[in-house]
Antibody, heavy 120, light 106 residues
């Protein structure tokens, strides 16, 4: 069955960088778009980024454009989120999520999340 | 950016029907899906493409999307349904989550 496992979270100082990983199993990344969604403590869900099923297209929420980069390694069936110039507003649990079909933007599988805390 | 709005909380008695709404400009022209999230857990898809149920989701969950409002309906609500529910609107250019509705079954 489909499984998504995030890793790479932790405590990081403002202005520093962090790379999150999402290891996928039970399907191949070439079949479905992949997204990152975050949830600040006690808050709602916020969409962060997408990489299309064929890898040709990426998009980001305005607040992370120019700072975050989504990418993937097909050979490892893993999606990444490179986060630079982090600020306290980026503190959240980060989930990777799989699109139901191709480049649809509804998500039928979610990882368990990885917590990123930006603090000095 | 596109925004969708949910009421913060809804209460329902066991066995009754709960309606959780999601409002947005011309929402009917976008797809809407719904997620259930219980404390300490990841979100879980319960309705997609306005009114479709993923495999394994009970029939008591249903969805609609007309005009500016999408609705998640729980018929015969059970205590196990107590959770936060998030709507999400999307098209080829946007993904927008509502702020979430806490469903209390009492």
């Amino acid at each position: 069955q489909v499984q998504l496992v995030e890793s790479g979270g932790g405590v990081v100082q403002p202005g520093r960088s962090l790379r999150l990983s999402c290891a996928a199993s039970g399907f191949t990344l070439t079949s479905n778009a992949m997204h990152w969604v975050r949830q600040a403590p006690g808050r709602g869900l916020d969409w962060v980024a997408v990489i299309s099923y064929d890898g040709s297209f990426t998009d980001y929420v305005d607040s992370v454009k120019g700072r975050f980069t989504i990418s993937r390694d097909i050979s490892k069936n893993t999606v990444y989120l490179q986060m630079n110039s982090l600020s306290a507003e980026d503190t959240a649990v980060y989930y990777c999520a799989k699109a139901i079909y191709y480049d649809d933007r509804d998500f039928d599988s979610w990882g368990q999340g990885t917590l990123v805390t930006v603090s000095s | 950016s596109y925004k969708v709005t949910q009421a913060p909380s809804v209460s329902v008695s066991p066995g009754q029907t709960a309606n959780i709404t999601c409002s947005g400009d011309k929402l009917q022209y976008r797809y809407v899906c719904w997620y259930q999230q219980k404390p300490g857990q990841s979100p879980f898809l319960v309705i997609y493409q306005n009114n479709k149920r993923p495999s394994g989701i009970p029939e008591r969950f249903s969805g609609s999307n007309f005009g500016n409002t999408a609705t998640l309906t729980l018929s015969g609500t059970q205590s196990v349904d107590e959770a936060d529910y998030y709507c999400q609107a999307w098209d080829s250019r946007i993904v927008a989550f509502g702020g979430g509705t806490k469903l209390t079954v009492l």
